[in-house]
């Protein structure tokens, strides 16, 4: 039997300098997500609408008195308390692709870091209360005659999944990413998760946000921005236009909804 031959010093070079090049494609790939940094890259047109389910109220100023809140804030509404409190429109302001390893330090493509008031992405605070203890839930589901189920739209359709959604209640963050599905994932205080597709028919605890004590205000911190590291958020976005509506709905501690309606305790 003939006996193979063994590679030679010039094939077992060829074969390393393959290897490295395949590396540095892959480490190319992985960087490849982040579209560019200039005004040009940034993503125009926004919208955000806020609803909430039964029992439950909020504001973006704490009140006196439960009625004094709302059920439903426009992006109007936001626009202008995050005008007075950060000092810039988010009508006229674009959102540019950061990434947070924390949940609330948002760096750039660079390491950067990006303050709040610079408009790079959204700080929201509202105020959450409730006239019963209850678990507030993020919802894709719609309240009756209404489409207002949490989703994000937009004419370029990845620009959904390279946007995230968190809530910071103090306690913990919980971050809505709309690529994950009926899914979380828990990182120390951060939770990770996605939602049912709707008709929903119950509300688990990957949905779940915070609790609230009957009448006793929460302050809860929203955050928008696009994940510069998420696969979706390429040069395709630019320019692009998105509208995001949110919708919360409160159940009891065991996941049934306070308004009779179908959802019950997950089995």
Known sequence: MEEKKKPSLWQKSYLTLILALLALIGIAGATAAWFSLGDHGRVYSMQLDITTGAALRFDTVQHAEFTDYQKTLSFTDIAAAVRQQ?????????????????????????GTVV????????EIPLHFIANEDLIVHLTADNSLNADDGTRISSSRPTLPRSMRISFDSGDSIAVYDPGMGDSATTNGKIK??????????VYNQNSVLFSL?????????????????DEACTDELKNADFRIQLRFDGTDENG????????RPEQ
């Open 256 to 263: 049934g909804r306070l308004d009779g309606r179908r959802g």
């Open 213 to 229: 004590k009957k009448d006793t205000d929460k302050l809860v911190i929203l955050r928008i921005w696009m994940e510069g590291t």
């Open 192 to 201: 990770n998760f996605g939602l049912q597709t709707p008709p929903v028919s």
């Open 86 to 110: 950060y000092g810039y429109d988010m009508r006229t302001t674009p959102l540019r692709p950061v990434t947070t390893a924390n949940g609330t330090t948002f760096t750039l493509r660079d």
């Open 115 to 122: 303050q709040s008031n610079s408009g790079s992405y959204w």
